[in-house]
């Protein structure tokens, strides 16, 4: 790897094996190598290849609308759009790259990121509110399909209406901004996913100088009409239709305010754009509000939760339904109930432990920290019970100057329209009163706004020699957190394991759980550790 500077432009080279497109055969066989060429002319990046002979026609390559993918350790793809000149017509091209070892391969991939942003970072300055017509990080790792349904949803009074009457929610909020005036007064405020443009206007009241707005939905112009009928405060608010990740302002922001986040913390992946937010339109050690949060996870107790889970199965083990026998999918039915995960509010008293903790510091995480979540598990039992699955929430932290103030979503807590949410087992553990459980939670984000979890709870030797033991019992799940199971609003009367016991209809622990039906069957075998950490 090579780097050449120049007064007007700079340069990065990298040797390869061979460059190859994909319509087509390799370039003209050679015994010189072949050198990638990272360059900027004109304020966009480009990756050309060239031998000996010169530069290859043909290959060069616009970063701008290029994205790389690897096809093994030695091998990656590249695509990108282009343009036929004579045809007057776009077309993507394919360009297959051959590295002499995985080493030159990682720092290709890291040059290719980093010079995208510089192709971003080129050319003038966009006036207030300004889109660049360059693909954004959102749109590289987004569904289409999923986004549009995405801005829709928030586009639309009635859930914009559900969440300000979450009084919780709001009122939280609003405390925490009133109540740190002294980290608005005479600031300069972004309001991230801007929704109805309540948070703007609480920065307003707080003495904010100047609040943008920032909106990517249709709710942008409900945003406006609402900012309008209150000049008093609207006339300190520029209301911007466009994605974080895209729209350029005319100054930075002394502070953050925004409500990123879903159900479990995570969901919707809004938290990615609030850390590009800050990377992009923050000032250096700036606010953000909220700018901590912590998802806490504890194992829990439920047999009528998991009773009603498996009944819905029952349908499928119909051996004569219109002369036909449903039962070949009831195992497959059974999974697919058992890999929703549930969202309601439950009584605390389920739960089988204390709670363990996963903190992600809003200042310091890295976009890159929210791809893909792995989360060692590690709690001792409080009781004897069936151990059902995972039971999660989560709270953030307004960390002002003069008040620091929690939101939480915490069961036994006033309920929220986040809830809480719930891993549910289809094969439950056993455990008694001091024995430890252990697993992970693994949580991958997916292109459709949300993760695949993949849950692993283990029970450990318990009694005299314990310490000499392992596992003894294990149980694993894959739930799509973008497909939850909505149960209810309110938390059910407590029972007592022996109550719930005796209402059951079936008895699903005598169901064999297949493991073949997880992608992740590694997951049973690596070693736990507990590191779940704690915010004091």
Same mark, same amino acid.
């Not at 094969?427 to 009163?433: E, G, K, S, T």
């Given at each position: 790897?090579?780097?050449?500077?120049?007064?007007?432009?700079?340069?990065?080279?990298?040797?390869?094996?061979?460059?190859?497109?994909?319509?087509?055969?390799?370039?003209?066989?050679?015994?010189?190598?072949?050198?990638?060429?990272?360059?900027?002319?004109?304020?966009?990046?480009?990756?050309?290849?060239?031998?000996?002979?010169?530069?290859?026609?043909?290959?060069?390559?616009?970063?701008?609308?290029?994205?790389?993918?690897?096809?093994?350790?030695?091998?990656?793809?590249?695509?990108?759009?282009?343009?036929?000149?004579?045809?007057?017509?776009?077309?993507?091209?394919?360009?297959?790259?051959?590295?002499?070892?995985?080493?030159?391969?990682?720092?290709?991939?890291?040059?290719?990121?980093?010079?995208?942003?510089?192709?971003?970072?080129?050319?003038?300055?966009?006036?207030?509110?300004?889109?660049?017509?360059?693909?954004?990080?959102?749109?590289?790792?987004?569904?289409?399909?999923?986004?549009?349904?995405?801005?829709?949803?928030?586009?639309?009074?009635?859930?914009?209406?559900?969440?300000?009457?979450?009084?919780?929610?709001?009122?939280?909020?609003?405390?925490?901004?009133?109540?740190?005036?002294?980290?608005?007064?005479?600031?300069?405020?972004?309001?991230?996913?801007?929704?109805?443009?309540?948070?703007?206007?609480?920065?307003?009241?707080?003495?904010?100088?100047?609040?943008?707005?920032?909106?990517?939905?249709?709710?942008?112009?409900?945003?406006?009409?609402?900012?309008?009928?209150?000049?008093?405060?609207?006339?300190?608010?520029?209301?911007?239709?466009?994605?974080?990740?895209?729209?350029?302002?005319?100054?930075?922001?002394?502070?953050?305010?925004?409500?990123?986040?879903?159900?479990?913390?995570?969901?919707?992946?809004?938290?990615?754009?609030?850390?590009?937010?800050?990377?992009?339109?923050?000032?250096?050690?700036?606010?953000?509000?909220?700018?901590?949060?912590?998802?806490?996870?504890? *194992?829990?107790?439920?047999?009528?939760?998991?009773?009603?889970?498996?009944?819905?199965?029952?349908?499928?083990?119909?051996?004569?339904?219109?002369?036909?026998?449903?039962?070949?999918?009831?195992?497959?039915?059974?999974?697919?109930?058992?890999?929703?995960?549930?969202?309601?509010?439950?009584?605390?008293?389920?739960?089988?432990?204390?709670?363990?903790?996963?903190?992600?510091?809003?200042?310091?995480?890295?976009?890159?920290?929210?791809?893909?979540?792995?989360?060692?598990?590690?709690?001792?039992?409080?009781?004897?019970?069936?151990?059902?699955?995972?039971?999660?929430?989560?709270?953030?932290?307004?960390?002002?100057?003069?008040?620091?103030?929690?939101?939480?979503?915490?069961?036994?807590? *006033?309920?929220?329209?986040?809830?809480?949410?719930?891993?549910?087992?289809?094969?439950?553990?056993?455990?008694?009163?001091?024995?430890?459980?252990?697993?992970?939670?693994?949580?991958?984000?997916?292109?459709?706004?949300?993760?695949?979890?993949?849950?692993?709870?283990?029970?450990?030797?318990?009694?005299?020699?314990?310490?000499?033991?392992?596992?003894?019992?294990?149980?694993?799940?894959?739930?799509?957190?973008?497909?939850?199971?909505?149960?209810?609003?309110?938390?059910?009367?407590?029972?007592?394991?022996?109550?719930?016991?005796?209402?059951?209809?079936?008895?699903?622990?005598?169901?064999?759980?297949?493991?073949?039906?997880?992608?992740?069957?590694?997951?049973?075998?690596?070693?736990?550790?507990?590191?779940?950490?704690?915010?004091?």
């Amino acid at each position: 790897m090579e780097v050449l500077a120049g007064q007007k432009h700079k340069h990065l080279e990298f040797t390869l094996v061979a460059v190859s497109e994909l319509s087509s055969s390799s370039v003209p066989p050679s015994s010189t190598p072949v050198i990638a060429r990272f360059s900027v002319d004109s304020g966009v990046a480009e990756l050309r290849f060239r031998q000996a002979s010169g530069f290859i026609d043909g290959f060069n390559v616009n970063l701008g609308t290029a994205q790389l993918f690897k096809l093994g350790p030695l091998k990656s793809l590249c695509i990108s759009g282009s343009s036929d000149s004579n045809k007057e017509k776009s077309y993507a091209r394919g360009v297959t790259i051959l590295f002499r070892n995985e080493e030159e391969s990682r720092d290709f991939h890291s040059a290719f990121e980093q010079w995208q942003n510089e192709d971003v970072t080129q050319g003038t300055h966009l006036p207030n509110g300004a889109i660049s017509d360059v693909k954004s990080k959102f749109d590289n790792k987004i569904e289409p399909s999923s986004a549009k349904m995405y801005f829709h949803y928030y586009g639309q009074l009635l859930h914009q209406q559900n969440m300000l009457q979450d009084y919780v929610r709001t009122g939280t909020y609003y405390a925490a901004v009133i109540e740190n005036r002294a980290d608005f007064t005479g600031r300069v405020v972004v309001d991230v996913g801007a929704g109805s443009g309540i948070l703007s206007l609480f920065a307003a009241q707080a003495g904010a100088k100047h609040i943008y707005a920032v909106e990517a939905s249709e709710m942008a112009e409900y945003a406006r009409k609402l900012i309008a009928g209150n000049p008093s405060l609207g006339q300190r608010i520029t209301v911007i239709k466009g994605k974080v990740e895209e729209v350029e302002l005319p100054e930075k922001a002394d502070i953050l305010i925004s409500e990123p986040m879903g159900t479990l913390l995570v969901n919707e992946r809004m938290l990615e754009s609030y850390i590009i937010a800050r990377d992009r339109l923050l000032v250096p050690k700036g606010k953000m509000f909220p700018s901590v949060g912590r998802i806490h996870m504890a *194992p829990f107790s439920d047999e009528y939760l998991f009773v009603e889970i498996a009944n819905k199965a029952l349908f499928w083990q119909q051996q004569n339904y219109y002369g036909v026998d449903l039962t070949a999918l009831h195992g497959s039915a059974f999974q697919g109930y058992f890999s929703q995960p549930v969202v309601d509010a439950f009584d605390p008293r389920l739960l089988v432990s204390p709670p363990m903790s996963h903190v992600i510091d809003f200042n310091e995480a890295k976009e890159e920290d929210l791809y893909e979540m792995d989360i060692p598990l590690k709690f001792v039992a409080s009781v004897g019970t069936r151990v059902h699955g995972l039971a999660c929430w989560f709270d953030v932290l307004f960390n002002g100057s003069t008040v620091q103030r929690w939101l939480t979503t915490a069961p036994g807590a *006033p309920t929220t329209h986040w809830y809480q949410i719930r891993c549910v087992l289809s094969q439950p553990i056993y455990v008694m009163a001091g024995q430890e459980i252990t697993g992970r939670l693994h949580m991958v984000a997916h292109n459709a706004q949300s993760y695949t979890i993949y849950l692993t709870l283990s029970a450990k030797m318990w009694g005299p020699g314990a310490e000499q033991g392992g596992i003894i019992q294990s149980s694993s799940c894959k739930l799509d957190l973008k497909e939850p199971y909505y149960r209810m609003s309110q938390p059910q009367p407590y029972t007592t394991a022996q109550d719930q016991q005796s209402h059951q209809l079936l008895q699903p622990q005598d169901i064999p759980i297949h493991t073949d039906d997880l992608e992740e069957p590694k997951l049973l075998q690596q070693p736990l550790e507990n590191s779940g950490a704690q915010l004091q």
